[in-house]
């Protein structure tokens, strides 16, 4: 198949996944739909759940092994579309529709570009492609239960929307519930122990709290407190105050790290992690893949969005076409130059830095 053909497929593909709904925990449609593209191509694939999974046809089990990795679940439209959601259009060069941007666009990408080398020989490494589900809740059944059954991974490229640009690292994130007490009394009798009034000091350690070490790709950790909950009725004062912290980790700490230095200083009675799995992830500027694509004039920087890298334990860059301020917005798209742009470019990267 030519590189045109290619492109050409991958787009049709694209429009496919874009009128298949595929919420999150909702995916078998598109998954079918990658099953099919398989079949077309004559590649051995194999699915778990809603995942579909293939490996180069010559894997070699002496070789280390690339991760081509996107999402096809989406998350729900919101109310601001004035387009269908579900319907695929183009104009003036770009392709409408849910989950094109986010990750539509960056899943036929690699797609087509593991087909590209699907039946290679002179291959530095393995390719294993995994179209993936639940990414966007970071669900049980997505790549998280996937790993298990695939090769074991040395580096993974994450299709995400960069503008084609490496992000070499990205934040991890822990959510945390907080608790601070105070006594609960009837509002008309003297309180010196108000939790809501506790809270206000509270409130300015967590905005002027900074953790010490600044990641030269990510910057400093993100710390922000998004919501507050107390009390029930006017004349009642509460006996606490509830609240979330988002904290978006840089690659200096663990997650775990964070969770004990934040249960130490916080000057609140109880602050409890939801989970400590998201970690930060990264790769190293020195790897074959970054150098590679470097050499092809591409920028790296560091990303403050989750994507499915945080479920992974190997070096790790994220990289698609789109671009990511249009992910989850209304009249979602992404060029149709962006996704042809992008075969050619991860196709010239893996022959760059996997060929002999």
């Known amino acids: 198949m030519s590189l045109s053909e290619l492109q050409s497929q991958a787009l049709d593909l694209l429009k496919n996944l874009i009128e298949t709904q595929s919420f999150s925990e909702e995916e078998d449609g598109t998954a079918m739909l990658l099953e099919d593209w398989c079949k077309r191509n004559n590649i051995t694939f194999n699915r778990h759940l809603n995942n579909v999974w293939a490996v180069n046809k010559h894997f070699d089990k002496s070789k280390p092994t690339l991760l081509l990795n996107s999402h096809h679940d989406t998350v729900k439209p919101n109310s601001g579309y004035t387009r269908d959601p579900f319907k695929a259009e183009i104009e003036d060069g770009k392709l409408f529709g849910l989950g094109s941007n986010d990750a539509g666009g960056c ?139 988002d904290v978006r980790v840089n690659d200096c700490y663990s997650n775990a790290e964070v969770a004990e230095i934040l249960q130490k200083q916080a000057p609140v009675d109880e602050i409890t992690p939801r989970s400590l799995r998201l970690n930060s992830s990264s790769i190293p500027q020195e790897h074959e893949l970054v150098k590679a694509g470097l050499s092809l004039g591409m920028e790296t920087y560091g990303s403050p969005t989750l994507s499915d890298q945080a479920m992974l334990k190997c070096p790790s860059l994220k990289l698609g076409p789109g671009n990511s301020t249009r992910s989850h917005s209304a009249d979602e798209f992404i060029y149709v130059k962006e996704v042809e742009e992008g075969i050619e470019k991860y196709i010239k990267l893996l022959d760059k830095a996997l060929k002999k």
């Open 107 to 245: 899943l036929v990408s690699l797609l087509a570009t593991f087909t590209w080398f699907y039946e290679a020989e002179d291959l530095e490494y393995n390719i294993v492609f995994a179209g993936s589900a639940e990414e966007e809740t970071n669900g049980k059944n997505g790549i998280s239960c996937l790993l298990p059954k695939m090769p074991d991974i040395d580096v993974a490229i994450v299709g995400e929307p960069t503008l084609m640009q490496l992000a070499v690292a990205e934040k991890g994130l822990v959510v945390f519930d907080a608790v601070v007490k105070g006594t609960p009394s009837h509002a008309a009798h003297p309180n010196n122990n108000n939790a809501i009034y506790k809270t206000a000091k509270v409130l300015q350690w967590f905005e002027n709290f900074r953790f010490k070490d600044v990641s030269e790709a990510l910057g400093e950790v993100k710390l922000t407190v998004t919501q507050i909950k107390a009390g029930s009725q006017h004349n009642v004062v509460p006996g606490k105050v509830d609240l979330v912290i």
